[in-house]
Structures are given as structure tokens and as C-alpha cells.
């Protein structure tokens, strides 16, 4: 449920549920099968225009498929369908696939329906590092029920503005094949080092480097990341191009963190450079930086400085959230670092999440609450449900 303090309030109810199947392995081989559905239970009239915009519901609409705004019953999705080839503590699989953890590629399950990819990825882990390689050909995006080649599936959502402040219009423009993905992690006896290059092909190129060290009740941790525009791009007409030829996205992010149990608190920072916009696909899951929380991420931003507090408590089976987010340094209209237009904000997240016991074992229920308001801008065209609303999330998982 949203209550935007400029526009109309939504709500919306929505149950589903995922059935997964694997073999048992036959000389290191298995087959896997998921399938997911949904349908509305009850809702407000997600699709009324938000006061003076023609945009109707967002984070409700997500419930069940933004492609189809009118249908909200019987939205099921073939999640999974693959083959894998497993040894030791390594594998290859290939088709619809579950994928390991990257920051930027990722499921980010936070809706009825999480992203969802198809390709290979090979897998392989030993005592002394971990590598993964992998190629990601179509992808089913969050909220979405049908899948889409790479050269279909990037531009579906909200495409931003051009550095000139023009609508930039790159959806099935470039023919890309797809995501090609190479990790190398390694744990020392304190530190832990991963790398991520995320090549899209003909879009850009990403590389992630995470370096995270612990001693007793503290950690700390760093990550540096830079972008490198693909040649492809400056032979498409001005209006087409997803990154511009002099555009290099870099962000480092920093975070140290105190643990003593029950208790948990945390600090961050994160700086994005006046190098370029951070750009990764929104079709294709969410940044993970030290800052990124619920409702806030990094991309789109250049520019910028971001800096986050939190804390987290444990009761046995009740465990307590509460995050806190700004940024400083967004300046509207400047669209060369603000790819939407996006205004300085404050933001809450206070999270509830109780995990049942015994009779009940594998039932998970949260509660949510997001307050997010803006600095400086407060009219309806600039805050449209990506600021200045109060939130209430309620979910519930049963996993048996």
C-alpha cells in the first residue's frame, strides 16, 4: 500500500506460489524444472492516472505483469527448465537457470515474480578460490511474465533522459547477443577478494571489484567500480544510444560495519563520479553497492554522494531492520549525471521479519515500511511515486 503525499493512493493484494522440481543425479547429471503464478486477491484501481501524470500504479502494478496492466489472474511463468552437469563442488548448467550471486545480475526477489535468466554458466570451487563463467542470452525481467532475447529485453522499463535532456528512446535499437559474465573470489584467513567483469554486448562494460575485511566483532569493506562505453554505441543516432561515447560510469563504495550478537550496526558511503552515469539495465536486476537498499540504488546517478546508516537486532525468531539513506549532490535537470531526473532525497526503511518455528517451520512473514521524501523538489511531475509517499509492505512465504 502507498500513500503518495502529491498524487493518488494505491493498494493491492496479490497471492502466488512457485513449484520446483530436480532429479536425483544420474552419473553428475540432473534435470530442474520451476513454474511460478499469481493472481490478485483484491486491489484499488491500479490502473487511475497519478493525479496530473497519465502514470497509474507502480510498485503495486508489479504485483502481477507491467506489460499487462489489465490481467491479474492465472499470470504464471516457466521459471526454470535446465540441465546441469555437477562434480565435487562445481558444475555447468545450461537453459532456464537459477544463477549464482552477482552484484548487479540478480534475481532481487522482491516482487510476485523475480528476474529470471536463460544461458550457461559454469561454476567450479575448490579450497583455494572460486571462478564462475557465464553467458546470459534472454532474460525474463521482474514483475514481467513473458522472456525476451537481450536485444528485446533492454529498454522495456523507464528509459531516462539524454545528457542534452531529451527522452532517450534505446529500446530494440542495438542487436545485442547478450551477457557475457566472469568472477574469480577468494577468501584469505580475514579478507575475502571478488572480482565481476560483466560484458553486454555492443551496451557497455562493467567491472566490480570487492574487497571485505573482518577481526572479531568488526568488518569493512570497499568496492570500486568502472564502466567503459561499447564502440557500438557511438555509430546509433543520438536519440538511440543507451551510454554516450565519453561517458565512463565509476563509483567506490565503502561500509564498516559492528556486530556483537544480537546487535548489528552499520555506516556507508558511496561516491559516484562526475566521470559519467553509472548505467546497468533495470531489466536485468539491481546494483548491490554498500548503500543500495529497497527503493534506493546508485544507477542513473553520476555525480553524486550517498551515505547510509543501519542497524539490525535479533530476538531468537524475530529480527528488527531499520536503515537510513541521502544522497547530496543531484541537481535537477542536469540530465548529463541524473539520467531521470532524479532530486536529492532522505529516505527510511524499518523492516520486520519473523520466522516461525516447529508446526510451521519454513513460514516467513515481513513487514515493510518506506518513507522516502525529497530535498528540494515536491511537484507531481518530479516525484510521480519515486519520492515523497509513505509504504506499507506485508509478505508472507511458506517454503516446504
Known amino acids: 500500500m502507498t500513500e503518495n503525499h502529491n498524487g493518488n493512493d494505491y493498494y493491492a493484494n496479490a ?3 512457485v513449484l520446483s522440481y530436480e532429479t536425483k543425479s544420474y552419473k553428475g547429471f540432473q534435470l530442474g524444472i520451476s513454474g511460478i503464478f499469481t493472481y490478485k486477491v483484491f486491489s484499488s484501481d491500479l490502473n487511475k492516472a497519478y493525479d496530473q501524470t ?15 496492466k489489465d490481467n491479474f489472474k492465472d499470470l504464471d511463468r516457466l521459471e526454470e527448465l535446465y540441465i546441469k552437469y555437477h562434480w565435487k563442488n562445481s558444475y555447468v548448467t545450461y537453459g532456464k537457470i537459477p544463477v549464482e550471486y552477482t552484484p548487479l545480475l540478480n534475481k532481487s526477489d522482491g516482487r510476485m515474480k523475480p528476474f529470471a535468466f536463460q544461458g550457461g554458466w559454469l561454476h567450479h570451487k575448490n579450497e583455494k578460490f572460486q571462478a564462475d563463467v557465464a553467458w546470459i542470452h534472454k532474460v525474463s525481467p521482474r514483475s514481467m511474465t513473458e522472456w525476451f532475447p537481450m536485444d ?11 545528457p542534452n535532456g531529451e527522452k532517450a528512446e534505446y529500446e530494440e535499437t542495438t542487436h545485442s547477443q547478450g551477457l557475457a559474465i566472469v568472477h574469480l573470489g577468494k577468501e584469505f584467513k580475514n579478507l575475502k577478494f571478488n572480482f565481476w567483469n560483466f560484458h553486454l554486448d555492443k551496451f557497455i562494460n562493467t567491472s566490480w571489484l570487492q574487497l571485505e575485511y573482518s577481526k572479531q566483532h568488526w568488518q569493512a569493506g570497499m568496492i570500486y567500480s568502472y564502466q567503459i562505453p561499447n564502440a557500438y554505441q557511438e ?10 561515447p565519453n561517458e565512463n560510469g565509476q563509483v567506490a563504495s565503502f ?6 550478537g544480537s546487535s548489528q550496526f552499520k555506516a556507508a558511503y558511496t561516491k559516484a563520479f562526475e566521470s559519467g552515469r553509472y548505467l546497468f539495465p533495470k531489466e536485468l536486476g539491481r546494483d548491490q553497492f554498500y548503500t543500495s537498499m529497497t527503493r534506493s540504488r546508485i544507477e542513473g546517478f553520476g555525480g553524486v554522494d550517498v551515505f547510509a546508516i543501519g542497524y539490525q537486532y535479533s530476538w531468537k525468531h524475530l529480527f528488527l531492520n531499520v536503515h537510513a539513506t541521502t544522497t547530496q549532490g543531484t541537481v535537477i535537470d542536469d540530465y548529463v549525471l541524473n539520467k531521470y531526473n532524479i532530486d536529492d532525497y532522505y529516505q527510511i526503511n524499518t523492516r520486520l521479519h519473523y520466522e516461525f518455528t516447529d508446526f510451521l517451520k519454513g513460514l516467513h512473514v515481513e513487514l515493510l515500511y518506506v518513507w522516502k521524501q525529497n530535498k528540494n523538489e515536491h511537484n507531481t511531475k518530479l ?15 511458506f517454503n516446504f
Do not use: A
Not at 500504479?57 to 506489460?67: G, K, M, T, Y
Not at 528485446?152 to 539524454?162: M, R, S
Not at 536519440?239 to 554516450?244: D, L, M, P
Open 15 to 17: 497471492i502466488g506460489g
Open 152 to 162: 528485446e529485453v533492454i529498454g522495456l522499463t523507464d528509459n531516462g533522459y539524454l
Open 235 to 244: 555509430n546509433l543516432p543520438y536519440e538511440n544510444r543507451y551510454v554516450q
Open 383 to 397: 516525484v510521480e511515486q519515486r519520492s515523497d509517499y509513505n509504504q506499507i509492505n506485508l509478505i508472507t512465504n
Open 54 to 68: 497519465n502514470k497509474s500504479s507502480r510498485w503495486e502494478q508489479e504485483l502481477f505483469d507491467v506489460n499487462h
Open 255 to 260: 561500509m564498516l560495519k559492528y556486530n556483537n
